[in-house]
T-cell receptor, first 113, second 115 residues
Framework: AQSVAQPEDQVNVAEGNPLTVKCTYSVSGNPYLFWYVQYPNRGLQFLLKYITGDNLVKGSYGFEAEFNKSQTSFHLKKPSALVSDSALYFCAVRDGNTDKLIFGTGTRLQVFP | KAGVTQTPRYLIKTRGQQVTLSCSPISGHRSVSWYQQTPGQGLQFLFEYFSETQRNKGNFPGRFSGRQFSNSRSEMNVSTLELGDSALYLC??????????????FGQGTRLTVV
């Protein structure tokens, strides 16, 4: 069965420092991987996706993600964090057979001034 | 283009009542999925509709049901509401299984409070 894991409930980082939010996945077949961000009382906003091709994927708001097949990871990164990046981040994998999006448990990112 | 629209944004219902939530997907999208989000359980998949047919169903009791209309708009219904049904209900739209590499777009959600 397809699954994703986000091992950290919360990540704290100082503004201006690089940030990483971790995600590992388990899929059979080609992985369709996504990152979403959620601000308080809002829906999820799409950040970026990996389908095939370059292992470094660039997305919205300066975020990027590194796909690593051997480590089955898809970590979200940003070179310089902003206070406004503070939010809940979800990693997701699409089940290629059912089209269902399977989400991780979410990681709360807190960026301190 | 217009995004995914969920109505209403907020609802307060009493235990035992029923509720209907609505979702209008992005124009051209034929797949609509519903999720329940609670602080304790995270994002839980409810069901997915494509071309008016339920393709997938999550592990929720029969009190939770849904449907999709010919214009791809979807509704979900919860009958005999329980306190534990209080949650943010999110709808997502996408092109569907013919385009698995395209992202799903989410609505703002409906915040349901059961008292």
């Amino acid at each position: 069965a397809q699954s994703v894991a986000q091992p950290e409930d919360q990540v704290n980082v100082a503004e201006g420092n690089p940030l990483t939010v971790k995600c590992t996945y388990s899929v059979s077949g080609n992985p369709y991987l996504f990152w979403y961000v959620q601000y308080p009382n809002r829906g999820l906003q799409f950040l970026l996706k990996y389908i095939t091709g370059d292992n470094l994927v660039k997305g919205s708001y300066g975020f990027e993600a590194e796909f690593n097949k051997s480590q089955t990871s898809f970590h979200l990164k940003k070179p310089s964090a902003l206070v406004s990046d503070s939010a809940l981040y979800f990693c997701a994998v699409r089940d290629g057979n059912t089209d269902k999006l399977i989400f991780g448990t979410g990681t709360r990112l807190q960026v301190f001034p | 283009k217009a995004g995914v629209t969920q109505t209403p944004r907020y609802l307060i219902k009493t235990r035992g009542q029923q509720v209907t939530l609505s979702c209008s997907p992005i124009s051209g999208h034929r797949s609509v999925s519903w999720y329940q989000q609670t602080p304790g359980q995270g994002l839980q998949f409810l069901f997915e509709y494509f071309s008016e047919t339920q393709r997938n169903k999550g592990n929720f009791p029969g009190r939770f049901s849904g449907r999709q209309f010919s214009n791809s708009r979807s509704e979900m219904n919860v009958s005999t509401l329980e306190l534990g049904d209080s949650a943010l209900y999110l709808c997502a739209s996408s092109f569907g299984p013919t385009d698995p590499n395209t992202e799903a777009f989410f609505g703002q959600g409906t915040r349901l409070t059961v008292v």
